[in-house]
Every structure is written in structure tokens, then in C-alpha cells.
T-cell receptor, first 109, second 113 residues
Framework: GIQVEQSPPDLILQEGANSTLRCNFS?????LQWFHQNPWGQLINLFY???GTKQNGRLSATTVATERYSLLYISSSQTTDSGVYFC???????????FGAGTILRVKS | DGGITQSPKYLFRKEGQNVTLSCEQN?????MYWYRQDPGQGLRLIYY???????QKGDIAEGYSVSREKKESFPLTVTSAQKNPTAFYLC????????????FGSGTRLTVV
């Protein structure tokens, strides 16, 4: 099946810094999604981004489907950005999302 | 407001017992899913269902069972056959085609004592 790899596994930032999280996937996918899991375990969808670039406030995401990777940019990070960021590739076969292992982000004030 | 409700938030189980985790959604989504999350790891799919009275095994179905008698409900039973059940369990739902609108519940943390 499809493999989804995320890097880096851990990231510590000072408040106000920018960061880039990467997601590589092993096969063609129908769509790619980014999620944020807060420290209490709640997962929120950030982006549905099969290709191209989208922006939502301080967050933006880019997927280059032909090269099988996606990037999540966080600008001017805040302590509330802390948590785990997951990317997930949607497999048409089986109609399910396959998740990467996540990037743990800690933003220090 | 539409959403997914998981209960209980915390659950303690003695070894050898079966326990059932509840998941209810009012989003009118066709598909529902159960994921398991272990510390420092991603989400692994246990079971999923695309329509009432039908469900499929995911990647780690052994020791678990589900039912889908109503569109809104997808309970998960962790049986005594599951050797290492302590984990965080997440329920999700989505529009079936294309995986749109993936929405997660707030999770149930199960601990075996």
C-alpha cells in the first residue's frame, strides 16, 4: 500500500519563527490532507490539497502531485500552533486515508 | 451544531473484559472510521464502514469488532482477544466519495488496569 512519510519528526520553535513541514508519499494519490492534533487529542482538518497551493491565515500548503510531496508552511508561529501535524493521503482503493507518523511541533514563548 | 460525539472520554478496563466505545455523528456522512493512536505514532485504521450494515477491516482489525445498524452510529468493541488495547481511539466520518469532509471525534483514551 501507499507509504506516507513526514519530516521532521520533532520541531521546537521560538514564538514568531517560521517553519516548513514536509510530507512525501509513495504513489499517486487522489488527494492529500493536512490535520492538526491539539494537545488534548482533537484532530482538525487544515487543508484539503490534492495539488497547488492554498493559504489560510498564517498557514499555507503546497502539493506537487507529480513529485509526490506536500509542504505545510507555518509563519509567525504562536504557542497555540503546538501539537502534532499529520498529513494523510487518500487512497481511492478502499476509500480511506493513510496517515503519516506526524510532526510534533512545540512553540515556546 | 453538526459533529461527532465519542464517549466515554476515559475508559479503564480489566484484563479479559470486553468494552464498547461509542461513536455518534449527525453530519449525515455515509462513511465512518475507527482509528487507533499509540504514543508518538500516526493513526492506524481499525475498521471502516461506507453504508449501514456493511463494514470492512482496516490494517489492525484483530481483537476488535464493530457494527453499523444506523447511519449515525458506529460502536467499536475492544475484545479480550486484543492483546495490547491501551491506546487513544479516534472515530471519524466523511462523505464516502473522495474522502471529503473528514471529521474526527474528540477521542476515547482506553487504559487496561
Amino acid at each position: 500500500g501507499i507509504q506516507v512519510e513526514q519530516s521532521p519528526p520533532d520541531l521546537i520553535l521560538q514564538e514568531g519563527a517560521n517553519s516548513t513541514l514536509r510530507c512525501n508519499f509513495s504513489d499517486s494519490v487522489n488527494n492529500l490532507q493536512w490535520f492538526h492534533q491539539n494537545p488534548w487529542g482533537q484532530l482538525i482538518n487544515l487543508f484539503y490539497i490534492p495539488s497547488g497551493t492554498k493559504q489560510n491565515g498564517r498557514l499555507s500548503a503546497t502539493t506537487v502531485a507529480t513529485e509526490r510531496y506536500s509542504l505545510l508552511y507555518i509563519s509567525s508561529s504562536q504557542t497555540t500552533d503546538s501539537g502534532v501535524y499529520f498529513c494523510a493521503a487518500y487512497m481511492e482503493y478502499g476509500n480511506k486515508l493513510v496517515f503519516g507518523a506526524g510532526t510534533i511541533l512545540r512553540v515556546k514563548s | 451544531d453538526g459533529g461527532i460525539t465519542q464517549s466515554p472520554k476515559y475508559l479503564f478496563r480489566k484484563e479479559g473484559q470486553n468494552v464498547t466505545l461509542s461513536c455518534e455523528q449527525n453530519l449525515n456522512h455515509d462513511a465512518m472510521y475507527w482509528y487507533r493512536q499509540d504514543p508518538g505514532q500516526g493513526l492506524r485504521l481499525i475498521y471502516y464502514s461506507q453504508i449501514v450494515n456493511d463494514f470492512q477491516k482496516g490494517d489492525i482489525a484483530e481483537g476488535y469488532s464493530v457494527s453499523r445498524e444506523k447511519k449515525e452510529s458506529f460502536p467499536l468493541t475492544v475484545t479480550s482477544a486484543q492483546k495490547n488495547p491501551t491506546a487513544f481511539y479516534l472515530c471519524a466520518s466523511s462523505i464516502w466519495e473522495g474522502g471529503y469532509g473528514y471529521t474526527f471525534g474528540s477521542g476515547t483514551r482506553l487504559t487496561v488496569v
